[in-house]
């Protein structure tokens, strides 16, 4: 674990964010770097020495890189050279583990010894950004980095280095050594962070918290009851990672940064191609760039593209976790994806649009079965739930949270959905509104601050990515 939310709000960033503004501009890419390793070697200092032979041996590639521009082979050389390190070890602390136990079912390997190999927080998305400066180097997209401050400091980078987004190098290579600060800017992020922070705290725990109480039981729940089990999580995941990322973007400006988004209303989609259009749009970007496009993309054919988009959505899957129902939540959604482009996108562009949403979002929903259980027979059992009319409609105690959670349900849905910027954009411009926004923000950070004292139930679902 590292810093509880409290400790992190109140004492790291309140001092890091004093520290940083006291100095000089010069050292702040260095405070960046310092305090962004203090913060990740917290608990665990021994994965400290693993970032930073990350950020040296992708440092140095990139200056290889730069200094091979004239000779391809060597270049190349580089380059492949250390995708591989990156991904060994990637492939080492995230998946030996799977690995080893998948082995162990031949009888002939049977004696093999479980490795418990702990899991570095953050390690997927601080390989991809590695992977990403590297790369484009490659390309010559961006120029390689020569100081080895600031490229830790963006490897490091506290506000997004635990659970995204996946910022590359490109989106903020100018940032890094030519960014200004305003009074603007910190405001503005400061919202965002109390806004990722309301959702997060306030929606996510309060969903992840039904969930678990629903999911143990599905044969008692009731068809219905199952079906609210599972839209319980699919508004926690939501409300989870987008507000961990509405938080990191938040941190970002107080510091000068501006990340992409990550997030854009994924559950008003009218597709499954359009949800992932907005679902995790960084990660999405990265496949895209670094993965689908150099496979050939849609360049060489559609049985080319078909194996392309199975690629791509395998990979998609097993980087979610060390489990093969990720790999089955990928090729699932490859699947669907392969449909839609080939047979079902044009026929779904002429339904009327809340037949198309209801569409995309029952397969999100079925999805996040997947997702969510690592236990196949486990997973099935609760499919089967949802479809059976075995345990009745809906049981008592699922009744009973249905009713007591229901206006929150309410504001989950709407707050999943553009409605609420539709409504900021429209009030922002109100003379008043500053003043409003003002008493908001200090009541969401009260509210928040209470829930945090007064319950252990945190979970940050994309912690173990």
Known sequence: MVFSSLAFMFVFLAATLVLYY???????????????????????????????????VNYVSGILIG?????????????????????????????????????????????????????????????????????????????????????????????????????????????????????????????????????KVLIANEMGALWDTLKQIPTENGIIGSWFGIITFTLQIYFDFSGYSDMACGLGKMFGFKFVRNFNYPYSSKSITEFWRRWHISLGTWFREYVYIPLGGNRKGKARQCLNIFIVWALTGIWHGASWNFLLWGLYFGVLL?????????????????????????????????????????????????????????????????????????????????????????VKNYRAYPAVETVAAATVLILCTASLVSSTYNPFLYFRF
Request: charged letters at 15%; a positive charge.
């Open 67 to 199: 200094k091979f521009s004239e000779n391809r082979k060597k270049k190349k050389a580089v380059l492949v050279l250390c995708v591989i390190i990156n991904i060994l070890l990637l492939g080492y602390f995230k998946y030996a583990n799977l690995l080893v136990q998948t082995a162990k079912h031949i009888p002939a390997l049977s004696f093999l010894p479980d490795p418990q190999i702990a899991l570095p927080i953050g390690i997927s998305f601080y390989t991809f950004q590695t992977m990403s400066y590297v790369i484009d180097a490659y390309r010559g997209n961006c120029a390689p980095q020569k100081n080895f401050i600031t490229f830790g400091a963006y490897v490091a980078l506290f506000p997004q280095l635990i659970a995204g987004p996946i910022v590359r190098y490109v989106d903020i290579e100018k940032q890094l050594t030519e960014r200004r600060e305003s009074v603007a800017l910190f405001s503005d992020g400061v919202r965002l962070f109390l806004f990722g922070l309301a959702k």
């Open 338 to 426: 392969i449909i839609e482009k080939f047979f079902l996108l044009k026929r779904l562009e002429k339904l009327p649009p809340a037949l198309s949403h209801i569409y995309a979002m029952f397969f999100v929903i079925i999805g996040w079965v997947i997702f969510d259980f690592t236990n196949t027979a486990e997973m099935f059992a609760y499919l089967r739930s949802m479809f059976s009319f075995g345990g009745g409609l809906i049981s008592q105690n699922a009744l009973y949270l249905a009713v007591t959670h229901l206006p929150l349900l309410i504001i989950s849905v709407l707050a999943s959905l553009p409605l609420v910027r539709k409504l900021y954009d429209k």
């Open 22 to 56: 006291a100095i000089p501009e010069k050292f702040r890419n260095a405070v960046l770097f310092a305090v962004s390793l203090i913060f990740y070697g917290y608990s665990e200092p021994v994965y400290i020495f693993l970032m930073l032979f990350s950020i040296t």
